[in-house]
């Protein structure tokens, strides 16, 4: 699996409080890859491509 993260994080201010928002892509590279589940399996089908976003407050 490929993760990376775009952007690492952008600080941003709402009402003068910090928020922070971050976002995620995993798999970016390879929607079809493979990975190894576990020797009595062999190969499976990996993680699709996945967009994530987080946001963190402070009060």
């Known amino acids: 699996?490929?993760?990376h993260q775009w952007p690492p994080s952008l600080p941003?201010?709402?009402?003068?409080k910090p928020v922070v928002v971050r976002g995620n892509i995993l798999n970016i590279a390879n929607p079809g890859c493979w990975t190894a589940a576990n020797?009595?399996?062999?190969?499976?089908?990996?993680?699709?491509r996945t967009f994530l976003?987080?946001?963190?407050?402070?009060f």
Not at 12 to 16: Q, W
């Open 39 to 48: 020797p009595t399996y062999g190969l499976s089908l990996g993680v699709p």
């Open 12 to 16: 941003l201010e709402l009402r003068g």
């Open 1 to 3: 699996m490929v993760i």
């Open 53 to 58: 976003l987080s946001t963190s407050f402070d």
